[in-house]
């Protein structure tokens, strides 16, 4: 079965780093596109970056360009986010996700906080 289990967060100052990971199993991790998404509390949960299958292309909501940074190892089923520069309004619950035979699937969620 599919299964998404990211780690990295925490609490972190204004204009601070973190570094997200999640690592994929019950998939072949390299022959699909990943995202991860964020949902702040009281609101919806939206699309952070996408990252292709082979890695070669990526994108990212506006607000996060220049700041965030989406990669994979395929070697180690894993997918990565960057992020630089955060901002309060960044802290959020971020989720990795798979779309796979038209599902949905989604990782336990880790807690980034930013706050001075």
């Known amino acids: 079965q599919v299964q998404l289990v990211e780690s990295g967060g925490g609490l972190v100052q204004p204009g601070g780093s973190l570094r997200l990971s999640c690592a994929a199993s019950?998939?072949?991790?390299?022959?699909?596109?990943m995202n991860w998404y964020r949902q702040a509390p009281g609101k919806e949960r939206v699309l952070v970056a996408s990252i292709t299958s082979a890695g070669g292309s990526t994108s990212y909501a506006d607000s996060m360009k220049g700041r965030f940074t989406i990669s994979r190892d395929n070697a180690k089923n894993t997918v990565y986010l960057q992020m630089n520069s955060l901002k309060p309004e960044d802290t959020a619950v971020y989720y990795c996700?798979?779309?796979?035979?038209?599902?949905?699937?989604w990782g336990q969620g880790t807690q980034v906080t930013v706050s001075s």
């Open positions: 019950g998939f072949t991790f390299s022959a699909y596109p």
């Open positions: 996700n798979v779309k796979k035979q038209g599902l949905n699937y």
